[in-house]
């Protein structure tokens, strides 16, 4: 039998993820090819219509099998991008998004360069948003917060991995017991937002395969504002600025918490798609 070439196996996957709804199957093939050959775009296109060598195509068909039960693509390849830089990914976190980016553009220009400031991340998962902070100020550091052992430990691998472990920590407990509140000059969130009614109508990669508490916000997905804004409110630095990730329709609720706990100069700003994205406040009271 005639062994398949790189193009008809790159053809017959993304069939295969159209067929699944899945989206991008073109793009999700590719990379998959890519992955398992270890080989440049150009490369793995000059070398179309060669046929693939047996281990090659068995190790792509089992990285195929596994796209096609909803493992998100990122927890095979066992990383992604996010605003410049390459995280490893895997079941232990949410996966990094490009919506979250603006989490970042917000925190920086907050942040003036050259500045020894501290910057906080609560529940910082893979470590995606404190790295990209840190790695645009290269004066400032800063802390994760995260409650989750196993998301701590692959912040702590992300921030290495990027070369940042001298100017950044990871606090493991709930942001309840953190003692830095008082003496950080930003803190950004992307908490668990989705109401818990909900989480089981969201793609499969996002419900089958991201940590639940990542997810769950409670019954209306506000729990963990409450929380953070309430300890923020009483705790965090003077004018200080707290940078959220809100859901797209959660605006209004989150600018209300802000401002019954005394928060200042909120604001709220889209994401590339148009969607509410981050809404920001400074702090008010007295430094800790």
Known sequence: MRASTFDELIQSAAAQFREAGISDPRQNAVMLMLHVTGETRAALIAAGAS??????????VAAVNRRLTREPLQHILGRAGFYGLEFITDARALVPRPDSERIVETALALLPPG????AADLGTGSGCLLAAILANRPAAHGTGVEASPAAASLARENLQKLGLSARASVFEGRWAD??????ADLIVSNPPYIPAADIGSLEPEVRDHDPAEA????????????????????RMKRAAPLVLEIGHDQRVAVLDLLAGAGFTDTAHYPDLGGNDRCVIGRAPGQSC
Do not use: K, N, S
Not at 178 to 183: I, R
């Open 51 to 60: 046929p693939v060598p047996e281990v090659v195509q068995d190790t792509f």
């Open 115 to 118: 500045e020894a400031v501290f």
């Open 178 to 183: 953190w003692t830095g509140w008082g003496e």
């Open 215 to 234: 997810l769950d916000g409670g019954p209306d997905g506000l729990a963990a504002y409450r929380e953070i804004i309430g300890i923020a409110g009483a």
